[in-house]
């Protein structure tokens, strides 16, 4: 569901795969009209997996609630220009840009001729203009040799596209920031972030960098334990898992409490003569502290384990896929005002996310599910630059553009 | 480095671990004056590993450069009204709270009643103020089942707390929407955003969730795979590793001319009756695809893989530690003008990130680096509150507020 905060702003967005695409939902779930520029019958990532039996991406519609969408032959110079002048149209909420793809013919400096407080931000893989995604960034930052059992020789590279994520948040905020200095000082500003930079500032601001530099030592691979107090997960005796975690004295004091181990800790301290009251002597104990922990989990039902965590205060999490998380997590439900039904074209009806953060008193409204393929292109060029029904009939009719796909699940 | 965007803009900061501070570092890279408020003697993370011989704390310091520091005893009713004066100062660039930690006398209706356009951000584990860290939503939101070889026996939690940076991205967005609302409007907001909601609405974004609901099925473990196209770690003749993304047909045949691999793979097509100009036929032939490649990335070293790789344009990137990026690779050098080097009180000089985003145009300047504890207390209170020194002394005489600890690494 959308906020009406950013209503007035217009993004353009020239954009694929994940970085640019969730920027733009974000700055839509905000209340900017954020109007996604495609090839005619999509670019890049427009028939990425997973998809539906008629071919409708669940990627791409994920990514794409709340635009509207406008298919225009990008290869053709009338269709270039088209583009060019929906960035640059005027209007004080106009004027930005949002592209992972670098083209000459979205160049700040020639777009900012017709333009001169344009907005543009530019997602790139490496600062210098080359290529990099987020799995190869993230080999390069270090997190698949500290992911798992680390055997340097098999790194485990994070199913989550997690660089992407910060970009994409970055990108958004950036933006906003530009966007801000804009009512204020009438300037424009080209935006440039780098995923590569991302990853590995990161580094800087989680203290692995300075660990590295100043400790001289990497990060060592730690399985599934939390590095610097304690935390794993535990099988019970249902096979299934949780994780637990004790990083402040509250929640270890919970978990002990919760699983009857302060006499066996204790003990435990006395032996290696150390304090757990200090969380990094935790973290240095934690092999012998999951040991006696252990026992408890694996002697009850996961059901019953959460029970009790619960009533002492312990932080905890189940393990599930998606199916489990969807079918047994209030979370995930309509009970979250976060999350509500839409019914997406070529989809069907299904469970989506808004905006994350909760505004009080702000009302939410319905997310737009993501468009067919140009399904906004008359729309747009009407309202934005003023073509009439014939010259918009002229460009559909050179190819230039083109409207709404067929919706796949639909007959005739 | 930090850019003067946000100058004028005051945030006073109540915090702990990443989310939040991470939140705060970005508003202050932006330009922001950051205020750290602190427990005396440090808070929660104040001492988090990794640490200095000497005890500073290099994940403190990290989150925490470009920010003010004080110290205030938070059990003292004169402690807390102190930080609620700061929080509600007049001036229309303060009024501005970030925290993880809510406690009743932040309450934001309270502190409203001093500062009606307040904007108060509130970073929560569950949306209902229940607990949860970083890992233990992670494991509920399905990644670890997917992460390695996703033996159900043996979840991978990923080693980056990849929900607490999107938190902290989400929640500085949040904090910028909010303050250029309140430019507009006059009035302040109440924002709450929670990490669980945080990790839910991703899988709504990157299709996950419509997955598990429309199409019924779970994602699959792939190991180091990139799902829905080609990509994979390869072992090179030193045992050095590389990671090859294939996702865009230019990446594919960049990879294919490099490896010298289209015949076998034309002939792989044509057995398997595929077609591997669409990236979903190349993912679903994947491991054979890899099998064809192997050899070539064993038959030579490391080094040399990457110049070919790079000849041709493919999309590579290298496998290292923390370490070797920063002694091996020039994104992590003063050669990039992201980062710089910090002398940090207790730490000493170090490469460090400002903001990832570069402005056209727009200098950067120098973040000044983590203060010690309360290295700002009696500048803020003159500053912000007009207390004078009397008044100032007589707070640290009554143990409400402290200055500066002591430069561990320092004699005297």
Redesign the interface.
């Known amino acids: 569901m959308t906020y009406p ?2 209503q007035g702003l217009r993004v353009v967005e020239s954009s694929a ?2 970085a640019a695409p ?1 920027a733009g ?2 700055l839509a779930q ?1 209340g900017a009209d954020v109007v996604r520029i495609d090839m005619i019958g999509g670019g ?1 990532d427009y ?6 039996p008629q071919g409708r ?7 794409n ?1 709340g635009k509207r969408s406008v298919a225009v032959d990008l290869r053709k110079p009338e269709g270039r220009e088209l583009v060019q002048a929906l960035v640059t149209a005027p209007g004080p909420g106009g004027g930005v840009l949002l592209t992972n793809i670098a083209t000459a013919w979205l160049d ?1 400096g020639l777009l900012a001729q017709r333009r001169p407080d344009l907005v543009s931000c530019i997602i790139q ?3 210098d203009g080359s ?3 987020d ?14 059992d680390g055997s ?2 098999a ?8 660089w992407d ?3 994409a ?6 933006v ?6 804009r ?1 204020h000082t009438g300037q424009g ?6 995923l ?3 990853a ?20 060592k ?4 334990h ?4 304690f ?1 794993r ?1 535990f ?1 019970c005796a249902d ?1 299934r ?5 004790a ?2 004295l509250g ?1 270890w004091d919970a978990l002990l409490r919760t699983c009857d181990a302060l006499p066996a800790v204790t003990e435990l301290e006395a032996s290696l003569g150390l304090d757990f009251r200090d ?2 002597q935790r ?1 240095q104990a934690r092999d012998a502290i999951a040991a006696v922990l252990e026992p408890w989990f694996a002697a009850r039902p996961r059901a019953q384990a959460e029970t009790l965590l619960e009533r002492q ?1 312990a ?12 079918h047994a ?1 209030a ?2 439900s309509p009970a ?1 005002p ?2 509500e039904t839409l019914d997406t074209p070529g ?2 009806a ?5 905006a ?7 009302p939410r409204q319905p997310t737009p599910p993501a468009p067919l393929l140009g399904a906004h292109t008359d729309e747009v060029l009407h309202e934005v630059l003023g073509l009439d029904g014939g010259a918009i009939g002229r460009l559909h009719d050179a190819g230039i553009v083109a409207g709404p796909e067929r919706d796949p699940t639909t007959q005739g």
Chains 1, 2 share one sequence.
């Open positions: 905060l950013l795969f994940i969730l939902l974000t905000y890049l028939a990425r997996l997973p998809r539906m991406s669940l990627y791409w519609t994920g990514l609630k700040h893989g490496n600062a290529t990099a995604l799995y190869t960034v993230n080999s390069a930052a270090g997190y698949p040799a500290i992911t798992g340097p020789d790194p485990v590279n994070h199913a989550l596209p997690a994520l910060a970009c948040y970055q990108a958004a905020f950036a906003l920031a530009a966007v801000m200095q009512r500003a080209l935006l440039k972030i780098a590569a930079d991302v590995f500032s990161t580094l800087s601001h989680l203290g692995l960098l300075a660990e590295a530099e100043v400790l001289q030592q990497d990060r691979a730690i399985g599934n939390i590095y610097g107090a935390g997960d099988a096979g898992r949780l994780m637990v975690a990083i402040s929640q969380e990094a973290y205060g932080c905890w999490g189940r393990y599930s896929t998606v199916r489990e998380l969807l997590d979370r995930v979250n976060m999350f989809v069907g299904h469970l989506a996310a808004g994350t953060v909760r505004i009080a008193g702000e």
